[in-house]
């Protein structure tokens, strides 16, 4: 009964982490950079996202404080929304 236990745990442990790694997550900071053509925002803190084709500008600005919500894919920070803090 233990081993069958220990094995369910195992299995549910194991199951779960790819959703954990999947979820979004946010991070706030100031605009360093945004360059619409190479569609990547840069922040103060030296983090670079890599915006998707079907991005609607809310008119960001050098300098601005923003909110990012992104999802890691590998080495790389893909931004899914990007919204103007104040």
């Not at 992104?70 to 803090?85: H, N, P, Q, R, S």
């Amino acid at each position: 009964m233990r081993a069958l236990f220990a094995s369910v745990v195992v299995v549910s442990a194991l199951s779960m982490a790819p959703a954990a790694f999947a979820a979004p997550l946010t991070m706030s900071g100031t605009v360093k950079s945004y360059d619409t053509s190479a569609k990547m925002l840069k922040l103060t803190n030296g983090d670079s996202f890599v915006i998707p084709a079907s991005f609607k500008d809310p008119g960001i600005k050098v300098g601005e404080k923003v909110k990012v919500t992104y999802t890691k894919m590998g080495t790389k920070l893909e931004a899914d929304t990007v919204t103007i803090t104040k």
